[in-house]
């Protein structure tokens, strides 16, 4: 999404101070027990009240004398840490952390791994102009942190009680997206999501977990991870943000509701071994800005993070979960569920997908016992029966599916390629699997399969656009059968009209389009073999914003699997290192 900046000369401009360059008024002082106070001229308070990891406390607003924080737990303060199905203790500022001045003025806080927290966390505190501050939040995995989360929260006075976020509109006619305001009709407590992959996480149980469980009403999605709080009275806001790709939701509870607060749930990725992510929040403290002027505020932090002239929601493809379909087809070890699991954790992959109904027991079982997820099951359709699916073991195994937040990958198949007579019997076939589905937290995905009625990605759009369930019913993009079967040759086209629909994708290697439609190709390899350069689609996703998981296409190719696995994620990773964003 593009923003169209207006007149900024700083930030600070809409809290009515002049611009300030790097000072000591923007520096952080000790205060004994590892508490720091600030005095920026237009902010004053405290960071580790106490020496306690709970952000910001006793914030004033200077020139109207107004308190933002509403005591307590503060503003940006590390809460709740999750991993898929799983929470680490109540929350990260209960932990022992330890803190310190940098050179610049900012401060540092750590928190240390321990026995029952695999993990290393560190966030620095960093004021941009008298009225803005910004955080880092890092994150170092001692083990495998399968679609970690830190959830950062804002809790703010009772003078600000009603939030709102930057959303898409719930009506597929009006796309222009807005503020959305969370009254209680919609729920006590109401997340606004990033896309349809992220909903799956935030339902994979860790928000179930005690003390203070959460059942989430899940709003439209959200346009810009920007949220905001106004002042009752003197329309003084508060507006809380982050990078697309750093951040899968924003939560808040309905307007009024006693803690007044603002969440972003942070990170949503799985964290290897060894390495290391970081993620980017901002708080401005803004004096009634127009709608405008806050997009505007968020344009130029933006540009501070890229240093580049334009925004736009570009995701990084380390972020999306990368798991395996069909690499056990041809494997010439043949081997069981079982040691298939176990050759997938050890290779680094997120989980695999399930080819058909059958054994599916046993792959649930398998997967839940690596700590892996079953990211699609794929379900043949046919539109020429009276019966097009197997319903009974549809039900039968939809239970099995809820803690992976699994997609039904639909091959659809009855009739002549792209025959537009059947779309009627499509919708309502799809209509009754996707409300089978969706107590199950089970989404559809449309598989486009060379020789199928449902051909290529530009069928699927068509169909999920008449049956306009966007929540439940989405498509998947599969370059091995573009490469082969689309008639449609502009692979940006392709991907940007598929972009509101787009849940899944899958790749492997490959040899170039006319290539493959000439067959001199071959369109099915390893990810490190072909002569199609991958990074292409790579930068197509990232430009489009696509941030859902991705598929290896491993069909039809021989030998140990395990070997062409192994090959494959190393190339995987040094292609989203070439082509990364930041």
Partial sequence: MRIIAIGLLCMAAFSGQACASKSDDLAFTGAGDEAYHFDTGTLTG??????????????????????????????????????????????AWAWPSQSKRLEDGAVQVYWPAAD????????????????TLDVETTVKANETLPQFESFLACYFSKDFPASSVYAKRDSSTDTAPGFATTEQTFGDWQMFPRNREAVRLIQDGRWKKEPNPVAWTIRPDMALPIGIRRHTESGLTAIVMTRPEDCFALSTPYVGE???SLYQSLFGRTVAPGD??????????????????ILALYE???????????????????????????????????RTLTRQATMLKASGYAGCAHLWLDDLE??????????????????RIDLSKAQPFDEARVKQILPLLKPHNTQLALLMSGGKPSDTSLDNRAKRTIKRLADLARPYGVTIVLYPHTNDWLETCGDAVRIAKAVNMPRDVGVMFNLCHWMKAD????????????????????????????????????WIQPLDRGSYDIKEILHILQEIGYASPMGLQCYGIG????????????????????????
């Fill in 258 to 260: 006693g803690h007044f």
């Fill in 116 to 131: 029952d927290r695999p993990f290393e966390l560190s966030a620095v505190y960093r004021w941009r102009t008298p009225n």
């Fill in 559 to 582: 030998g140990d699997a395990k070997t062409h696995l192994e090959r494959s994620i190393s190339t995987w990773g040094a292609l989203c290192d070439s082509v990364s964003p930041h």
């Fill in 362 to 379: 046993t792959r649930v079982e398998t997967l839940t016992q690596a700590g892996l997820r079953l990211f699609q099951v794929y379900v």
């Fill in 276 to 293: 290391t992510a970081t993620v980017h929040s901002r708080l401005v403290i803004a004096d009634a800005p127009t709608n405008a002027q």
């Fill in 46 to 91: 405290t960071l580790r009240s106490g020496g306690k990891s709970k952000g910001l406390s006793s914030l004033i607003h200077v020139p109207s004398g107004i308190r933002l924080d509403g005591g307590g737990a503060g503003i940006f303060s590390h809460y709740r840490v999750f991993t898929t199905n799983q929470r680490y203790g109540n929350a």
């Fill in 300 to 334: 130029s932090y933006m540009q501070d993070l890229s240093g580049q002239h334009e925004s736009a929601a570009i995701t990084s493809c380390s972020n999306w979960p990368f798991f395996a379909l069909c690499m056990d087809t041809h494997d010439a070890r043949q």
């Fill in 487 to 522: 008639a449609n040759r502009n692979l940006r086209a392709v991907l940007t009209e598929a972009k509101p629909w787009l849940m899944a994708v899958s790749l492997s290697g490959s040899d170039t389009p006319d290539q493959v439609r000439a067959g001199q190709g071959q």
